[in-house]
């Protein structure tokens, strides 16, 4: 079974940084895409960034330009570099890792048990 492990999380003010981690049990080449995904109070569960096996980049409108995903394939992790943080990027960020078929759906589906992000005004 997969295991999904973030940290990175916590309490930051208004412009400042943040470093996210997600930790894989197994090797990531084993994924087509990894992503980060948020949660905020009352909303649904909205994508963040991703990235493919092959490098693949894609972020969410309210993220580019502040917001980097990569991934270190040695280490089995993958990062989400948060910059210029602003109040409503208070979520609960959440590691995903997706497998899929050859017809584009998705085989296998994993997630962290979440990280909080709060930044203060």
């Known amino acids: 079974q997969v295991q999904l492990v973030e940290s990175g999380g916590g309490l930051v003010q208004a412009g400042g940084s943040l470093r996210l981690s997600c930790a894989a049990s197994g090797s990531i080449l084993a994924f087509n895409a990894m992503s980060w995904y948020r949660q905020a109070p009352g909303k649904q569960r909205e994508l963040v960034a991703a990235?493919?096996?092959?490098?693949?980049?894609n972020y969410a409108d309210s993220v580019k330009g502040r917001f980097t995903i990569s991934r270190d394939n040695a280490k089995n992790t993958v990062y989400l570099q948060m910059s210029s943080l602003k109040p409503e990027d208070t979520a609960v960020y959440y590691c995903n890792a997706r497998i899929f078929t050859g017809w584009g759906t998705v085989k296998s589906d994993y997630w962290g048990q979440g990280t909080q992000v709060t930044v203060s005004s």
């Open positions: 990235i493919t096996s092959g490098g693949t980049t």
